[in-house]
């Protein structure tokens, strides 16, 4: 973020701390329809758009660290393959072999030569063409180069791996817009994989995502840990095109920079800023992990998160951050994923102090989870019909618009529809500027 931008954010962060009401002419959202998280119909329109159209993490290079080393992704219910073509290139192709269907790959992770089939035999390059087979004089006028493997759009945003069914997608780059250019700053490309778990959450998978697109809720669920060291009254939601939103809440001890254990208050809360867990106060400089040194002003002393969509998270940080990341397993029940990159700290084991880091931050995630299960009983329940918003929460609101818009405005049924309300004048770089312009005149 150039000096602008942070004198910007720097406003918003003032305009939201004192503001009394919503800005003006911000619209009053219509509830959500209850049956967005528990409608059969609904769920196949999700997956047949939704998780087939958009861009999707499916892993990190280190995964896949040498040529021809793959990985086998089916996350979304669709079998892939991840492959390392070279040292730049990654492919990736349905796992269907173009004879009879057989899986290329049973493993989760391997290295191979080329892909061959283990059904018949058939061999397949790391691009996925079709370079031999056994027995080749018994298929009557057949044409090998017709019978690939069925690609699957893959971009790397540094060492992320981003991959989209749609062969017609808009690239990563240009659906992300202006928070491509923001995440520059965090060196991707350098960040190496930490650490990466599961959880088996009992609930529709937006529900559990929602619980990290609002800090309306930090008060009530995160009272001796997120909020001792989070003012989110201060929190600027920001809303781009294609779905996406970032926030930034200011630490409680900005503009300074924060001092290790999270509050200035409380030397032994944690923050939800992805600092290490002390019994002591430390600083900066004790902190045995590399830092990322481009990381911006905001980052330092704010939660900078963002939001992509569909069901990406990341809380990105000067020292290293999660990525959070939610899959349906069926319409009730989903899979939380969380994936940790930082800078590269050389030979051997990871700091010890990544271990309190991430248990800090799974007890804060402990926290956001506790009322899936029960939301869950809610909106299966005869009489839960919708869901109010506020203003504070309008990031949901706002995905919840760009879902429909994905799915086809025509095709969401009637009463399940989210009234999209938030015209373009909510939507960046004219949300930030009415704002401002509602500070400046005051
Ligand atoms: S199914 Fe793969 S070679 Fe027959
Ligand atoms: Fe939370």
Redesign the pocket.
Known sequence: MDQAQIDKIKDLISYERERKAPPKGFPKFPDLPGKRYTDKDFFELEKENLWKKTWLLAGHLDEIPEIGSYKLWEKTGQPVIIVRKNKNEITAFYNM??????A?VRKKYGRAKSLI??????NYNYDGDLIG??DPQDFVDFDDSCRSLHKIKIELMGNLIFINFDLEAMSLKESLGPIHEELQEFQLGSLRLVDQYSYDVKCNWKIAMEANLEVYHVQSIHPKTVHVGLDYKGNVNTFYSNGHGRMVAPSRSYPELPIYGGSNEDPNSTSYHPLPNSSKKQTIDDDPRPEIKTAGYISRTCTQSYNLMPNLVTPVSERGFPILMWWPKSINECVFDVLWIAPDWGEGKRPKVWDSQIKAFNDVLSEDLQFGGWIQKAVDSYVFDGVPLSYQEARIYHWHQELDKIIGLNKVPQDLQVKQVMTDDWIYPNDVERRLDEYNSK
């Open positions: 072999c173009r004879h009879r269907g057989a290329i089939c283990g059904y018949h035999g058939w087979k056994r």
